[in-house]
């Protein structure tokens, strides 16, 4: 192992010898474990062995990303030789610089209760048919069950000119789910998916057995009692689930300070919030969303980023104000400022950009029972299945998965499909009050050229939005 | 090095197991992303791995080694693994080799190319010259060779190198064109003319007002077609069909698109994703998946190919089978024409996020990006932002109008993640939706 840390060490000092002006290496192990039950069938383990280097370089102006995974003395030469000579060909007529940010020495890991390696993979598997079994004892026409489990183990050395060292451990767990449940012609379809740094406890712990067959009851009973969702103004509360996608999608990508400068104009967008926007009112004096790489347990846990910069809570919109944007140390100095330690890379062979990590409207005070109790007549959006928005992050939809007709503060039928099709503002500005009940899913976050599906959380608590159009 | 794909599966079988499958992939790829008018990074790749497939007493685990100088250990690891695990009784068995393959080298001159700045500036200047203010995008050159065996025989090589330009031209933040350039010969490369066609798509699109909601007949460009098919062909895996993933379940020999549609996957054809075989040595070929509308087959490996009581399309993947490349027949009516026959309707150019509420019955919605045109008699009246596309895969492709005569290759970044060589498509009855304030 110390191998290939000397060769991170090596790279960087090459580098330097090569005329750049600020050089970083990157080790990463990655050990994914992965499978599929399909209707109760192990349908593909998958099981690799990960690891490679990449190193990045500034010289003359322009910035340079090489990798491989042959660690050998004479291929990490090669690709520094690599970056150094693509860095310099950019001929840039503004040179990049990176904010300074101080250099640290510092070893992080994620514990595990239940090491994800002491786990064995029947054990695993074990675990998702027996699952699968009672969403299949319920009796319901499934016809289609689709579970997925990721485990991934990952090990990490960065190291920089400045004299940054960092090692870092991190155990990561994802579920996600797919069911089809039908009636007849009709069907509802649901995608959930859930994560974890930390070991196999996390499975208990986000109680996946369980959220399993509540939703395939819930799809049978919107299915056999769901109606038309009611269309016009009216009020609308909106489940943890729905403030994280939104939180994620509105709050957190518009507020990339890559994207704002149009680094990723081409590929994920740019944002309708400016350079000069901090400070722009785009929500009610009630809305906080954040992202906080440091929650515990949360899947994008980090301590520090893929730069060695170390990681805090930021507040994304505060009091329904722009407040802060995600920052590396790229787009911190474009900016005149300091990173945020929001850069991020999926492997070792992809360079780092700015991320979000943990997303998610901060919690307020209400119960679930005072959020519904001010509701004369509105809709109840606890899920949704189809989503997007569009690249300046300003139209977004959410079409509801589970969702039931509020009627005098009390929740009545559910009502299928339900149509939250808003503008950024407007959503946000429609928001009064805040609940208690902080939720996580887990995301897939995807962004860059070549693309970088990467590890994000999506959370919030109920909340409640005053006369809104619903479809 | 070229023998140890080889040499993976006489490991495999000594190991006890009864199929294996190993791919020692070889990348050599290099990119320049550019924003602002200028590159922002350049991205070189040296990576040699093997993705291995293996079964032993039908239990199917799947790797990809990086470490190469331990290949033994991560074989004996892996079918550790595999007896631990449990048997897929799905599982069929891989194709039977051994096969011939087409003679295909890739072209020298990409090979050798060591610098494509100029393409990027090509491209940039292109778009700034039709009154462009910004570009943003990604230039690739290609390069990864294959040395394929399993253990029914197959023992093949592929050596796959092209050119790949996107590129966005932006006036203003919701003024925006694209264009893509693809090329597997150098002399056929014309970022330029790429850049030209953002650059005039984001001229036109100035000044956009909000659009409305309604039914239109609407001209899809040749990228936003592109995503229409994208999503056709990935959902004619057999794998997202028996996933729950696809509205086209029980569809064959149905009609799911008009008389005017025709479309086939081909591996073997001149695209991006040109390759001489699929995961398990099966030569690529053209399969109709679309003949006039008709639904003619899914995707299948020698797997889910059993399942359904046919042959594998050569289309597998290291577990699921998947589309290479997707064309679609031209028709025969020219540009002009198609806009001509556009009374009161739109133009699309561009879409992202395309998520659906329900796969089976293929309800989605995607948002158009980039230039959008309100057409009245063939001629653009109007540019339109913020509207979404809000309707169902089968019933635009069975809305169906017309298709030009000429086709154009695509692939972008997520949307159209395969190459689809597509024409302009005229489409009927689009619901498009809108965001309320």
């Not at chain 1, 928005?389 to 939809?397: G, L, P, Q, T």
Request: hydrophobic share 35%; with cysteine.
């Amino acid at each position: 192992m110390d191998g290939e840390y000397d060769l991170v060490d090596y790279a960087v000092q090459y580098a330097r010898q090569r005329g750049a002006t600020y050089a970083e290496a990157r080790f990463e192990r990655q050990e994914p474990e992965q499978f599929i039950l399909k209707n109760g069938t192990l349908d593909a383990l998958y099981v690799g062995a990960d690891r490679g280097i990449g190193v990045r370089v500034l010289a003359k102006g322009g910035l340079g990303f090489a990798a491989t995974n042959t660690l050998t003395k004479a291929d990490v030469k090669a690709v520094v030789d690599d970056a150094v000579k693509i860095a310099k060909a950019a001929r840039r007529k503004t040179p990049i610089t990176f904010a300074q940010e101080e250099a640290i020495t510092t070893n992080w890991s994620v514990a595990e209760d239940t090491k994800l390696s002491d786990v064995p993979v029947e054990e695993k598997i074990a675990a998702f048919q027996a699952i699968d079994q009672s969403v299949h004892d319920l009796g319901f026409k499934i016809p289609a069950r689709y579970f997925q489990l990721s485990c991934n183990r990952i090990t990490k050395y960065f190291a920089n000119s400045e004299g940054s060292r960092i090692h870092s451990y991190s155990p990561r767990l994802r579920t996600s789910f797919f069911l089809t449940v039908v009636n007849g012609a009709d069907a509802e379809q649901s995608h959930r998916e859930y994560g974890w740094s930390g070991g196999w406890e996390g499975i208990r712990e986000l109680k996946v057995a369980e959220r399993v067959t509540d939703e395939a009851r819930s799809m049978q009973r919107s299915l056999l009692e769901g109606k038309k969702s009611p269309e016009g103004k009216m009020d609308l509360v909106v489940g943890p689930q729905v403030s994280g996608i939104a939180a994620h999608e509105s709050c957190g990508h518009p507020t990339e300070a890559d994207r704002v400068l149009g680094r990723e104009a081409s590929q994920a967008g740019k944002s309708f919030i400016g350079p000069d926007g901090l400070g722009m009112k785009v929500g009610s004096d009630v809305v906080n969303v954040c992202d906080d790489p440091t929650v515990e347990h949360a899947i994008a846990f980090y301590a520090t980023d893929d730069e060695g910069v170390p990681a805090r809570r930021r507040y994304l919109y505060k009091e329904g104000r722009v407040n802060e944007f995600l920052q590396n140390r790229e787009t911190a100095s474009a900016f005149g400022t300091h990173s945020n330690g929001a850069s991020r890379a999926v492997n070792y062979n992809v360079e780092a950009i700015v991320r979000m990590a943990n997303t998610f409207v901060e919690p307020k005070d209400h119960t679930m029972e005072e959020l519904l109790d001010g509701v004369k007549f509105g809709v109840y959006m606890k899920s949704f299945m189809e989503w997007n928005i569009d690249d300046k992050r300003y139209n977004a939809k959410y079409a509801g998965r589970e969702a039931y007709l509020i009627e005098d503060g009390q929740l009545k039928h559910p009502v299928r499909r339900t149509i939250v099709e808003l503008t950024t503002p407007t959503f946000w500005s429609a928001v009064d009050a805040v609940g208690t009940d902080l939720e996580f899913e887990a995301g897939f976050c995807g962004k860059s050229d070549p693309g970088q599906a990467l590890d994000a959380s999506l959370g919030g608590p109920t909340m409640r939005l005053r006369n809104v159009y619903l479809r | 090095m070229e023998d140890l794909a080889v040499q993976i599966v006489a490991k495999a079988q000594k190991l006890g197991c009864q199929d294996a499958v190993a791919d020692l992939v070889h990348n050599r790829s290099y990119q320049i992303r550019f924003a602002q008018n200028e590159p922002v990074i350049s991205n070189r790749w040296r990576e040699s791995y093997a993705s291995v497939f293996l079964v032993h007493d039908k239990r199917v685990v799947a790797t990809d080694i990086k470490d190469l100088t331990d290949v033994d250990a991560s074989l004996e690891r892996l079918v550790k693994i595999a007896k631990a695990s449990q048997r897929n009784p799905e599982y069929a068995g891989i194709a039977k080799g051994k096969f011939r393959y087409a003679p295909f080298r890739p072209d020298p001159k990409i090979l050798a190319l060591q610098d494509g700045s100029d393409y990027v500036h090509a491209a940039i200047n292109g778009a700034l010259a039709q009154g462009a203010k910004e570009c943003a995008g990604s230039f690739w050159r290609y390069e990864d060779e294959h040395f394929l065996a399993t253990s029914n025989g197959v023992e093949a090589h592929d050596h796959r190198a092209s050119l790949y330009l996107s590129i966005r031209a932006l006036l203003s933040l919701e003024s925006s064109g694209h264009g893509i350039a693809c090329a597997t010969r150098l002399s056929q490369f014309d970022p330029e003319k790429a850049g030209r066609k953002s650059g005039r798509i984001a001229s036109l699109a100035k000044d956009p007002k909000r659009g409305q909601g309604g039914r239109y007949t609407v001209v899809f460009d040749p990228l936003i077609f592109g995503s229409l098919t994208d999503q056709v062909a990935g959902r004619l895996s057999a794998y997202a069909v028996l996933a729950g993933f696809s509205p086209y379940g029980k569809k064959i020999g149905k009609r799911v698109a008009s008389p005017a549609v025709t479309i086939w996957d081909d591996g073997s054809e001149e695209s991006l994703a040109r390759k001489k075989f699929d995961m398990e040595g099966v030569p690529t070929k053209r399969t109709p998946l679309i003949r006039k509308g008709i639904l003619k087959t899914y995707l299948h490996n020698t797997s889910t190919a059993k399942r359904f009581k046919t042959k594998t399309t050569g289309n597998a993947g290291l577990v699921a089978p998947d589309p290479h490349a997707v064309f679609v027949k031209p028709g025969d009516w020219s540009r002009d024409e198609i806009f001509s026959e556009v009374k009161d309707g739109l133009w699309l150019t561009n879409t992202w996020y395309t998520r659906y509420q329900s796969y089976v019955k293929g309800d989605l919605s995607t948002i158009p990006r980039d230039g959008i045109f309100h057409i009245r008699k063939g001629e653009v009246v109007e540019t339109w932002k913020d509207i979404r596309l809000t309707d169902n895969l089968v019933r635009l492709m069975q809305n169906v109008v017309a298709l030009s005569d000429t086709t154009e290759q695509m692939m972008w970044w997520g949307e159209v993640s395969i190459p689809n060589v597509v024409p302009y498509a005229l489409i009927k009855d689009v619901n498009i939706t809108r965001s309320a304030e």
